[in-house]
């Protein structure tokens, strides 16, 4: 198996026509890593993809991988293996055939490449299997396919553009899982792109967060939701109520922040902004639905925030909270379950309290369209 | 009778029009192949034989035009075939705004008419080997002048645009994905194209082939300007009609009927069959028992057909073994032969009796109407020009009169009369 190797994109514009899909995006990604391209659709990940792989040149900007500048270097002469979206197996050879494509074209003797296939089957667990027809296999073993035909041309870089977007949950998850495994047992870069924050954060060593070919923040899965960099991430990353407001005052890496329906509101500046805020600046807080406890803060009432109940829905796991919040935007809030029938009725007065390491505020910004 | 009743009558009545006007033509043109009358038909029927089979196989012009007509059929397959996949392939890399526009220009030939591409051909390379400077009997003027090459060309200018448009339909289903995969698995633009693409575009390429040999095979218009001095099925045939024909070109037709129903039979035979192994491989279908039919003929008509066709062929050459024709066609010579003198003494009471009455009222230069009854038999489409009596009374003697129902003339005077060579072999 080849071994991890580092990818760089310095400076990367991509542009069609007048349309730019990718705006001066710098990478980098260390070899061996687990890297997430995340954002919603159209936002230009789909195209990194694409440079990295060689579909496409970027219009500007080097795309280096091993430290090598990958300019005039084909698809086909590069140490990349692309999963397709669609998976693009060959519907007319047999899996085996799949599997071992890529030593058809340098052209190893069939029994070698039968023998590397069986080696590749048994490690996907489709032992057996290698001469069905794609078509004869589900959804997952499909998958696992896809996988084992790119890791046959024993890339140094394995990218993945939303592979498990057309499995169904309880598969999803279970390939996550499973995807995780296959990357640490060989060890190389795994390049993933997705839309959905869950499969970034669960499998990821880092994570980039992508707006309209824009790159918001790179950082870990934790640091990412924690301490998202902009409204943007804040609010794609997984769910947060936000509180509009001016800032009031600042004292070191706390901040106050006067909002319209929930008064003066204590928070912590987001590391990356640390500074950047000044008394009166628009500004936006961001508190997790977890993070909002019944009950009101004895003593601060900055971090208390008093509402009515607007709605209460039953979750499984939690009840998901309904209050009235600022600008017509309802405040969620996820109380667990642990046994009770229901929080509270309707139109009742609650007072919420939270932790001010759970509250982030930051200049304001675009927010991610629901 | 309910209305849904009248629905399902009316429905069987229509499909049996439809079906006759279909293929009674072919029926009857068969039919005509085993009748040993001297011109195609079928009424009068005379004999039942085999002898079109043996005059079409002694017949060389055919035989060469078949010969060439393979020769170009291949050729033009071979041509067709790679220019209407490159086209198609060239249609979805084409810029979107272009496409449209490249779709009619390369459409463009099938509307043209093919007379026109035939000469178009044929001046064409003409001014260009003259523009080369290729003089009279130069290895290039050769080239350029030779029916065959020119005739393959001239053809496939607009059998190319077919072949594309079943290329062209076959080529939307394919994935794009699948040549950048193999690309990104190490696979040369060559590799990609030679191992995806051409994979996925076989079953096309098969139609599209058998497409352009049958349009290149049965394609007279153009073939017949760029052809020169060669000679094709279909213009051999056309200079036949031009000449006289007899039934074995019903022969030729009645072996190319058969061979397509055989071909369709066998194929449907097949796919059948695949579609059962398919439908019994995912257990949707319980496999076969044993019963007495073979395997592969359980649920499946078309091999049932096909097999009793073959039965029915064996049946024809056994038969042709034994069973000859010429007893009864000596009987019928015979009985023509006592016709024709019974004809004659009619004839020759009418004149008598003719000549006693112009004796009383002088001659009747148009005729009178006794005389076009002589034929006796029904006229039928050639306006009784065929009619057994005609001729033999020109043979017969040197009366005047018999000149009048050949007036009528049709399409092909006399010489196809069936007494014809009778007379030549009686007299």
């Known amino acids: 198996m080849g071994s991890g190797v580092a990818v760089d994109l310095e400076n990367v514009w991509i542009r069609f026509g007048d349309f730019v899909a990718v705006r001066e995006a710098n990478v980098h990604i260390n070899g061996g890593e687990f890297f997430s391209f995340l954002g919603p659709s159209g936002c230009g990940k789909t195209t990194i993809l694409r440079a990295v792989s060689g579909f496409l040149e970027p219009s500007d900007g080097r795309v280096l991988i091993g430290g090598n500048d990958m300019a005039g270097i084909g698809p086909n002469k590069r140490p990349t293996a692309l999963i397709f979206q669609n998976l693009a197996l060959f519907p007319l050879m047999k899996i085996w055939e799949n599997i071992s494509f890529s030593m058809e074209v340098t052209g190893a003797s069939a029994r070698e490449r039968r023998k590397r296939a069986d080696e590749l089957l048994d490690m996907i667990a489709l032992e057996g299997q290698g001469d069905k027809l794609p078509s004869e296999l589900s959804g997952g073993q499909k998958q696992r396919v896809a996988i084992a035909r790119a890791l046959c041309a ?34 190389i870069t795994f390049i993933y792109i997705t839309h959905d924050q869950g499969e970034a954060l669960t499998m990821s060593d880092s994570v980039a967060v992508m707006k ?48 319209n329906r929930s008064g003066d509101l204590l928070a912590r500046v987001t590391p990356t902004q640390v500074g950047k805020l000044g008394v009166g600046d628009d500004a936006m807080m961001f508190i997790r639905p977890e993070a909002l406890e019944l009950g009101s803060n004895s003593g601060n009432d900055k971090t208390t925030i008093s509402a009515n109940v607007v709605n209460e829905e039953f979750e499984g796991n939690s009840f998901s909270v309904f209050l009235e919040g600022d600008g017509g935007k309802l405040i969620k809030m996820a109380v667990p379950n642990v046994g009770q029938d229901h929080i509270t009725g309707r139109g009742e007065n609650l007072s919420l309290h939270y932790d001010v390491n759970n509250a982030v505020v930051m200049p304001a910004g675009e927010l991610a369209s629901e | 009778m309910s209305s849904k009743a009248l629905i399902r009558i009316s429905l069987g009545v229509y499909l049996i029009i439809f079906f006759s006007y279909l293929l009674g033509p072919l029926v009857v043109m068969s039919l005509t192949a085993f009748n040993s009358s001297g011109f195609p038909s079928v009424s009068p029927w005379a004999c039942f034989t085999y002898e079109w089979f043996n005059v079409l196989w002694n017949d060389s012009a055919i035989r060469e035009g078949i010969f ?26 084409v810029w979107a705004k272009f496409r449209s526009t490249y779709y009619t220009l390369i459409i463009a030939p099938i509307l043209v008419p093919g007379v026109v591409l035939g000469i178009s051909t044929l001046v064409f390379w003409d001014r260009l080997g003259n523009f080369l400077g290729a003089g009279d009997g130069s290895m290039l003027s050769n080239l350029f002048h030779n029916g065959i ?19 062209v339909a076959r080529l939307q289903r394919f994935d794009p994905g699948l040549t950048e995969a193999a690309l990104d698995l190490g696979a040369t633009h060559t590799q990609a194209f030679r191992k995806i693409l051409l994979p996925f575009m076989r079953p096309a390429i098969a139609s599209a082939s058998v497409l352009a040999f049958l349009a290149s095979f049965e394609n007279y218009n153009t073939t017949t300007f760029t052809i020169v001095d060669y000679k094709t099925l279909t ?7 031009r000449l006289g024909i007899n039934p074995s070109i019903s022969a030729l037709a009645f072996i190319i009927i058969t061979l397509t129903v055989f071909a369709a039979l066998a194929f449907e035979a097949y796919r059948r069959n695949q579609a059962r192994q398919e439908a019994v491989k995912q257990g949707k279908a319980k496999a076969k028992s044993g019963g007495i039919l073979p395997s592969f003929m359980t649920g499946n008509p078309a091999a049932i057909v096909f ?98 129902p050949s007036g009528g003339s049709g399409a092909f005077g006399g010489v196809f009369a069936p007494t014809n060579l009778d007379n030549d072999e009686g007299n």
Not at chain 1, 219 to 228: A, K
Not at chain 2, 235 to 241: E, G, M, N, R, S
């Open chain 1, 154 to 187: 024993n890339p140094d870089v394995l990218l993945l553009d939303e592979p498990l977007s057309a499995l169904d949950l309880k598969l999803r998850q279970h390939m996550r899982t499973e995807l995780r495994e296959i990357q640490q047992r060989v060890g």
């Open chain 1, 212 to 259: 309209a070919g824009v790159i918001d923040q790179i950082d870990t899965g934790h640091n990412v939701y924690d301490n998202p960099a902009t409204p943007f991430v804040a609010s794609f990353v997984g769910e947060n109520n936000v509180f509009r407001g001016k800032i009031k005052s600042i004292s070191g890496e706390e901040a106050v922040i006067g909002t």
């Open chain 2, 68 to 93: 060439y007509s393979v020769i170009i059929g291949l050729g033009t397959v071979a041509l067709s075939v790679s220019m209407g996949l490159a086209a198609s392939i060239v249609l979805t890399q």
């Open chain 2, 149 to 167: 090459f020119l005739t393959i060309l001239g053809q496939s200018s607009f059998i190319a645009s077919y072949a594309m448009l079943v290329f």
């Open chain 2, 235 to 241: 213009t051999v045939l056309a200079q036949k009609v």
């Open chain 2, 307 to 404: 097999v009793l066709l073959a039965f029915v062929a064996i049946v024809v050459i056994g038969t042709a073994q034994k069973y000859s024709p010429e007893q009864c066609k000596i009987q019928v010579r015979e009985a023509k032969q006592a016709e024709i003198q019974r004809r004659i003494k009619e004839l020759q009471e009418q004149r008598l009796i003719k000549s006693q009455s112009e004796a009383r009222q002088g001659p009747d230069i148009f005729g009178a109407p006794e005389e076009e009854d002589t034929g006796g038999k029904p006229s039928g489409a050639f306006g009784g020009v065929f009619a057994p009596g005609n001729l033999s009374d020109d043979a017969d003697a040197d009366q005047p009169e018999a000149e009048k």
